[in-house]
């Protein structure tokens, strides 16, 4: 049974870093084809692919973002972790972590989720 | 912005049948598979069709997923007030090398 589940802060001030951190089980990030990706959505509005990165450690970005965004993967503590500069309120949302193959493309299991406000 | 367009909201009866549609490119859609996702009040986003028209394990068939040159189609059928949601569409941009998800649609049930 594969899940996954995102933490960090619920708060940042504008212009701080933000670190996110997804734990996951039930599948091994060494596993050929294997990937984690990163969807945040702002309140009320659409979901936002950000970044993802596989197995063979291949990153992608959102090219709108890809200034702020480092993905990172640390395969010995199931964990896979996303960081993004200078945040502003624009980037308030939930975040959520997702895993998918390359095979198909496709988000299959998702994270419950992470609010994240951006204020002063 | 999206670049992959979705109607913002489609209704029915229960026991009547829905379609969305999801519109895009020959960079996008054209060449590459479709996903669809439901994303039910307050809850994260669940897979309901993958690979274009493939359903994972659990899925009722009253989802089905279809694809044709650069747009994609979910259609529900049997709708049930469960259904109310948000559903979008997804797939891999091969111009950005990046994914994309629809502007997202809501469906009411009547």
């Known amino acids: 049974q594969i899940t996954l589940k995102e933490s960090g802060p619920t708060l940042v001030k504008p212009t701080q870093t933000l670190t996110l951190t997804c734990t996951f089980s039930g599948f091994s990030l060494s596993t050929s084809g294997v990937g984690v990706g990163w969807i945040r959505q702002p309140p009320g509005k659409a979901l936002e692919w950000l970044a993802l990165i596989y197995w063979d450690d291949d990153k992608r970005y959102s090219p709108s973002l890809k200034s702020r965004l480092t993905i990172t993967k640390d395969t010995s503590k199931n964990q896979v972790v996303l960081t993004m500069t200078n945040m502003d309120p624009v980037d308030t949302a939930t975040y959520y972590c997702?895993?998918?193959?390359?095979?198909?493309?496709?988000?299959?299991?998702w994270g419950q989720g992470t609010m994240v406000t951006v204020s002063s | 912005q999206s670049v992959l367009t979705q109607p913002p909201s489609v209704s029915a009866a229960p026991g009547q049948k829905v379609t969305i549609s999801c519109s895009g490119s020959s960079s996008n859609i054209g060449n590459n598979y479709v996903s669809w996702y439901q994303q039910l009040p307050g809850t994260a986003p669940k897979l309901l069709i993958y690979e274009n028209n493939k359903r994972p394990s659990g899925i009722p068939d009253r989802f089905s997923g279809s694809k044709s040159g650069t747009s994609a189609t979910l259609g529900i059928t049997g709708l049930q007030t469960g259904d109310e949601a948000d559903y979008y569409c997804?797939?891999?941009?091969?111009?950005?090398?990046?994914?994309?998800f629809g502007t997202g649609t809501k469906v009411t049930v009547l």
């Open positions: 997702a895993h998918t193959l390359i095979a198909d493309d496709a988000f299959d299991i």
């Open positions: 997804g797939t891999w941009e091969s111009s950005l090398s990046a994914g994309v």
